[in-house]
């Protein structure tokens, strides 16, 4: 089970990656950066995106390989 502190927020993983948080949105929708696990209930609007340290960590990696 992943802990609550391995859950990063959209403004962690722009810091993280010094770029600005529709950055990170737009390359979640090019299909480039892994996509947010939504939390909240089924309405997609009231939703809070979070993202696993250790999925980023993977596309950092991936990256460095290229």
């Known amino acids: 089970m992943t ?7 959209v403004t ?5 990656l010094g770029v600005s ?3 990170v949105y737009k ?3 090019e299909g480039d950066f892994p996509k ?9 609007r009231r939703a809070t995106s979070r993202w696993k340290r250790e ?3 993977y596309w ?7």
């Open 12 to 16: 962690e993983v722009a810091e993280m």
């Open 55 to 57: 999925d980023i960590d």
């Open 27 to 29: 390359w979640v929708a």
């Open 36 to 44: 947010p696990y939504k939390l909240g209930n089924g309405d997609a």
């Open 3 to 9: 802990s609550r502190s391995n859950m990063l927020s």
């Open 60 to 66: 950092l990696e991936e990256r460095r390989d290229d």
């Open 21 to 23: 948080q529709s950055a």
